[in-house]
């Protein structure tokens, strides 16, 4: 079964530095997102991208925060300047049409110190 | 803004039907009911939609009261692996994000 892969699993990074986070869709997919859930928190929504442009975003993806697909295969999300409460599970998810169930990755666990 | 209530957690036996309630009262009519699970901290994972139709695939059963106010998620055979937090979540169609709640914790026991 096709799977959206994400990397790495655990990073560990200093306060106010800059991270990316990867993220392999399911190759025929035009849908992408990124969520984030803090440890014990509920799962939130922070991007959606289509059409190589953002589609959504809530109020917690700030100017710190910025997706790319840089080619056809990978979706990055970028930390300029990351904070203590950036400390999170992030997931990546795709999907080929935009109202049918999304394929979520496992996740990268974030911990800024 | 939940639109959906859901009871924080139930047991259900292995090898039974666990049958997991959601409250959606104000859903509009553009709004689908979608459910979706996460077993410990992996990402969530799709289990089905529907719109007012019950509708069965091979993880589950959804059924959809008449006035769309509620609706039951159904594992016919619930395994050990079946243990998740499982979310009601409800979308309008074509919106893009998902609005997780707390969900219901399930946990099946041997």
């Known amino acids: 079964e096709p799977e959206v892969t994400q990397t790495p699993s655990h990073q560990v990074t200093q306060m106010g530095q800059e991270v990316i986070l990867r993220c392999v869709p399911i190759?025929?997919?035009?849908?992408f997102y990124w969520y984030r859930q803090i440890l014990g928190q509920k799962v939130e929504f922070l991007v959606s991208?289509?059409?190589?442009?953002?589609?959504?975003k809530s109020e917690i993806f700030d100017d710190q925060f910025s997706v790319e697909r840089p080619d056809g295969s990978n979706f990055t999300l970028k930390i300029r300047s990351t904070k203590l409460e950036d400390s999170a599970m992030y997931f990546c998810a795709s999907s080929s049409t935009n109202n049918y169930g999304y394929t979520f990755g496992s996740g990268t666990r974030l911990t800024v110190v | 803004d939940a639109k959906t209530t859901q009871p924080p957690s139930m047991d259900c036996a292995e090898g039974r039907a666990a049958n997991l309630p959601c409250n959606h009262s104000?859903?509009?009519?553009?709004?689908?009911v979608y459910w979706y699970r996460q077993i410990h901290s992996q990402g969530p994972q799709y289990i089905i939609h529907g719109l007012k139709n019950n509708e069965t695939n091979e993880m589950a059963s959804l059924i959809i009261t008449e006035d769309r106010k509620s609706s039951t998620l159904i594992l016919p055979h619930a395994t050990l692996r079946d243990t998740a937090v499982y979310y009601c979540i409800v979308r309008v169609y074509n919106d893009y994000k998902l609005s997780f709640g707390a969900g219901t914790t399930v946990t099946v026991r041997a």
């Open positions: 104000t859903i509009s009519g553009n709004e689908y």
């Open positions: 190759s025929n997919h035009l849908y």
């Open positions: 991208f289509y059409n190589n442009e953002i589609s959504e």
